[in-house]
Structure formats: C-alpha cells, structure tokens
C-alpha cells in the first residue's frame, strides 16, 4: 500500500512562494512518475506538473510554466513542488498523485490548500 501526503500550503501574497511537499510511504516510490494537481472551487481539476520516476522528465502546464520547480528525491520518498511569482489564480488545492503510467493514477493525496492574496 501506498500513502501520499502532501504539506506546505498555505496563505501567500502575489509574488511570493511556497514549497510543497509530498511524503510518499512505500518502498515501491521510486516506480512511479509522480504529479501534481491542483483544483481550484468551481473549475476543472488541472494537471500542473509531473516528473518520471527517474527525475529524467518533468512537464509543467502552461500556466506555470517558467515560475514552478518539480523535484524528487528518491532516498527520501519525497517530491517537491517550488512555486515561485505566485497568481492569485494559483489559489487551489494542490494534490499529489502516484501513476505507474498510461496517465493511469494509483494513489493520491488528501490536498493541501494554497491560497494566493492580491
């Protein structure tokens, strides 16, 4: 069994950071590509990053593109979301997830709540 948490949200203001993370539990966590979600009240849950289980290959959705940092760290079982020059618009839930591939996702995590001021 896998668990996912993730930690780090919380209240910025416009232009500042935040660093999530999410601790994975398994000795598997190096097999799986990991992503981050975000969902926003009232919209869309939308793919934000994702990095291979090698750390060899990230995306990042266009809306971030340029101000957000994936990372993992595999000894640890951790992965890592750098958000930089935060949006109001950023405001979400950010969710991490675990996929063994095939954009199949076998495990998520309870959310941590992001909220950016202007």
């Known amino acids: 069994q896998v668990q996912l948490v993730e930690s780090g949200g919380g209240l910025v203001q416009a232009g500042g950071s935040l660093r999530l993370s999410c601790a994975v539990s398994g000795r598997t966590f190096r097999l799986y590509d990991m992503d981050w979600f975000r969902q926003a009240p009232g919209k869309e849950r939308e793919r934000v990053s994702a990095i291979s289980w090698s750390g060899g290959s990230t995306y990042y959705a266009d809306s971030v593109k340029g101000r957000f940092t994936i990372s993992r760290d595999n000894a640890k079982n951790m992965v890592y979301l750098q958000m930089n020059s935060l949006k109001p618009e950023d405001t979400a839930v950010y969710y991490c997830?675990?996929?063994?591939?095939?954009?199949?996702?076998?495990?998520w995590g309870q959310g941590t709540q992001v909220t950016v001021s202007s």
């Open positions: 997830a675990a996929s063994s591939g095939g954009a199949k996702y076998d495990y």
